[in-house]
């Protein structure tokens, strides 16, 4: 699934205007990349890609105005073989008579933006990634805690929620409660954002749906984060083994990226919330290169070793 031509014209930080019309607005953008054709246009170099948007920057439109009826033909031929997405001329430069007409006649959009090419090429990107990069929505709830973004799962009134209330409370960010749409960003980034209906808004059993931007202020909430652990909460029970000691370190997959994965069992008057914030530290100490679990051991082992000099 691709973004159509015409909804680039509703992005208002790329401030485009069409030449052409509608005509053209309905193809589609398929990849993020985008080609600057340049000495491509003399038929000398390059390969034309049809499936990017062509950036025509301040070269290729002086190239253009300086050709002769017949070098204007030829380069129009070159344009003509592929079927072109859409071609954008950057700087606010009117583009040339012929290469409207051209447009027109190939059911091409034209498209221009006062923006320099190079802004307009990093801005367009960035808005392209976004709308075709692999998208999921996940039952969860997503906090930022010192940074760390932190997948809240379990199963449906286990205290998800609750728990991201008190987080809120100690300083840290609401991202999204319920509904977490992740996005998969090149090569290997996950991050999470909530639905427009419900961004700021958490559900507390027995309270209703709070706003934590009215109550707690612009500071305990944010747009979008980065995914880096993903803690799900279970229900304790006694037969099962829980981790201890740290050493086994377990991951899940979501949208192809392997994200760290800490089951959490819950139990009356266990405090969740402090337990996801440690979860946070931890993270952040590993990112720093320090391994508790692998400090432990080696401090560990150390006094193994000494004991046994003692006794020989």
């Known amino acids: 699934m691709g973004i159509p031509i015409k909804d680039l014209l509703k992005e208002s930080r790329l401030r485009l205007k069409s030449r052409t019309g509608e005509t053209g607005t309905s193809r589609e953008l398929t990849t993020a990349r985008i080609q600057k ?56 430069i009117e583009p040339p008579k012929f290469l409207v007409d051209f447009a027109s006649e190939k059911s091409i959009a034209l498209l221009t933006t006062p923006l320099s090419s190079s802004v307009f090429i990093e801005r367009l990107v960035k808005h392209l990634e976004e709308g075709l990069s692999p998208t999921k929505t996940i039952h969860g709830v997503l906090v930022d805690v010192l940074g760390i973004g932190i997948l809240i799962l379990g199963k449906s009134g286990i205290g998800k929620s609750e728990c991201a209330l008190e987080l809120v409370s100690r300083g840290y960010r609401l991202v999204a409660d319920d509904v ?30 709070l706003n934590v931007k009215e109550l707690f202020g612009i500071t305990a909430i944010r747009e979008r984060k980065q995914m880096d652990i993903v803690v799900e909460l279970v229900i304790w029970d006694t037969e099962e083994e829980y981790e201890r000691l740290g050493f086994k370190e377990t991951t899940i997959d979501i949208l192809g990226v392997e994200l760290p994965h800490l089951k959490i069992p819950v139990s009356p008057g266990r405090s969740v919330a402090t337990v996801v914030e440690l979860a946070a530290r931890n993270q952040l100490l590993k990112i720093m290169g320090y391994d508790t679990y692998r400090k432990f051991r080696e401090q560990h082992e150390a006094k193994m070793y000494d004991m046994k000099k003692v006794k020989v």
Not at 190 to 200: C, P
């Open 37 to 92: 054709p340049g000495l491509l246009l003399t038929g000398l170099l390059g390969q034309l890609h049809p499936d990017r948007v062509q950036v025509f920057g301040a070269a290729e439109i002086n190239y253009l105005n300086s050709l002769d009826s017949q070098q204007t033909k030829k380069t129009m031929a070159i344009l003509s073989k592929p079927t072109i997405r859409a071609i954008i001329v950057t700087r606010g």
């Open 180 to 209: 977490v749409i992740v996005n998969r960003r090149f090569p290997s980034t996950l991050f999470g954002t909530a639905s427009n209906v419900a961004r700021y808004y958490i559900e507390v059993r027995g309270l209703g749906i």
